[in-house]
DNA sequence: TACCTTCGGTCAAAATCGCGTCACAAAAAA
DNA sequence: TTTTTTGTGACGCGATTTTGACCGAAGGTA
């Protein structure tokens, strides 16, 4: 899949050059003209990185980075400053704002592609998305599409190996039958909600033992605890 | 949880259109026919936005405008100005006054709905609702929907769970058994004021030590304190 | 093609548990 | 004191979940 770029400038002429550039090399590019479209953006996607100008009407870039990296969501998603000013750079990058990488302006796309595949690169090769998920005798192994109880496999269809994922990514919060509906079965809420409580039953005979994980919240959801 | 809007305006039939708009639209909405009574459900509730008229009896929408920016509780409020004069808008939203976006009279229900959508959004990707609330060795975790007391869970009911939770993000603030059925049972108003005593009771049985938290104010209702 | 198996969704009982109400006791206010 | 308001215990209905059974769709096999 390609890797996914936010674009963040409020002058429209600036947003398409970058827009254009970094779609020919490849990436899947979102624009955001002002900080609180940034921020929603950002959130709702969580895009691989993100391109910041500084220089934006009412919320600055400064603001916007400091906001980025308090949420716990947007923490770690890699920024690259676009300012005007040298003089700016110390700070950009810095402990006090922790932006990855920055540009001048003007700024050839060349550059910013050298850079953009930089960090990166940087980034993927670090943290990828975890392929097991271990709970105590407890393994889903999502590429092997296998789950094992004591090392022993457990035969599951495809919903169920879904449902399970879902939970056990969300370890701890409760996921309510509507949430469950859209994230494992895929915006069919023309589905009856109560066909999540059959599949929870035939996931649970089929786990065993280890569906003391699997956690009932009477009038929310359920819960995969531990 | 549905966002709350605070509509003001003397007007019945104009409240009754917006109300049932915003309704349908999926928002809890409350209203107020003037100044005093917009002040008061304003700080009681902290509504995500309030639509203000500026036509009002004795005080009016500008003057109230300024005081729900002066109180603490209120002053982050969004607000939406309905005004029936053009030249008024500069002065509704500008440094003065502070309001975030304007409608002039007569208005379409669409034009009202895009207004608060944007808004809404606009407010709520800038400050992310907490997911804990900690009050000294009490803790209450959201989506994990736990109550600990010094780390050690308390079993609670989903009613339970929401009614702690709605006095403990309005914590000082005395919320009557008329506000906590609405905000915690939803617009079920047809049940008995007294069924809040009820839960209350249950729920501080089940703090134990932490229900020192839960104070009763005679004559008026329910506070969660410190 | 016909037959069989499997999976996914629906439905309706059964089991469970929570909720709302009432009546009365207790406490505070008048 | 009387009156008003809140706390408490108990009860039964009803909502929610669990469970078992059913059925059609899809896919494999002969």
Redesign the interface.
């Known amino acids: 899949m390609k890797p996914r770029i936010l674009v963040v400038d409020d002058e429209p002429e600036a947003v398409e050059l970058v827009e254009f550039n970094l779609k020919q090399a490849g990436y899947a590019v979102t624009t955001a003209v002002d900080g609180?479209e940034a921020?929603?953006k950002a959130?709702a996607q969580t895009p691989d990185l993100i391109v910041l100008d500084v220089m934006l009407p009412e919320m600055d870039g400064f603001e916007i980075c400091k906001?980025l990296r308090l949420?716990a969501v947007t923490a770690k998603v890699p920024i690259i400053m676009l300012t005007a000013k040298a003089a700016e750079i110390d700070r950009v990058l810095g402990l006090e704002l922790g932006a990855d990488d920055y540009l001048t302006k003007p700024f050839s796309p060349r550059e910013l592609l050298l850079r953009v595949k930089k960090i990166l690169a940087r980034f993927q090769s670090e943290e990828k998305p975890k392929e097991q998920l271990r709970f105590g005798d407890l393994l889903i192994d999502l590429p092997r599409h296998i789950v094992t109880w004591k090392n022993k496999p457990i035969e599951m269809t495809a919903t169920e190996f879904k449902l399970i994922t879902v939970l056990a990514q969300r370890a701890?919060?409760?996921q309510s039958r509507d949430q469950l509906l859209r994230d494992v079965w895929e915006y069919d809420s023309l589905i009856d909600t109560r066909t999540v409580d059959t599949h929870m039953r035939r996931l649970r005979e089929k786990i065993g033992a280890a569906s003391k994980h699997l956690d009932t919240?009477?009038?929310?959801g359920y819960?995969f605890v531990e």
């Open positions: 609180a921020l929603k959130r906001t949420d701890g919060r409760v919240v009477r009038g929310v819960r």
